[in-house]
């Protein structure tokens, strides 16, 4: 299985061949997809997109981690993690292979 990665240029791109519209303006969509979800998960909102998945915020408060090198207990301070649930039909797509 090759390593690569999937970017926004290759998703305009993909964009500009199957709907046509011009290179700019395919990015421009995507651009704008990416920023309207990145505001709505900014203001504490899950982002569902049907038939693909869902992020979600959680916080994850303050708590105790060890040090694998030293063993040295240190705290590790509260924060926003950012989860991704992969809907059904995905999940079955990525098993197939």
Do not use: C, W
Request: cysteine-free; aromatic content about 4%; glycine content about 8%.
């Amino acid at each position: 299985m090759p390593n690569s990665t999937l970017t926004r240029a290759e998703l305009a791109e993909s964009i500009t061949r199957s709907v046509g519209l011009s290179r700019a303006d395919s990015l421009r969509m995507v651009e704008s997809m990416l920023d309207e979800m990145t505001d709505a998960l900014e203001r504490g909102e899950q982002v569902k997109l049907t038939g693909f998945g869902t992020f979600t915020l959680r916080d994850k408060r303050e708590r105790i981690g060890r040090n694998p090198k030293t063993g040295v207990e240190v705290p590790i301070t509260p924060r926003r993690v950012l989860g991704f649930r992969a809907s059904q039909s995905v999940r079955e797509r990525i098993a197939r292979g």
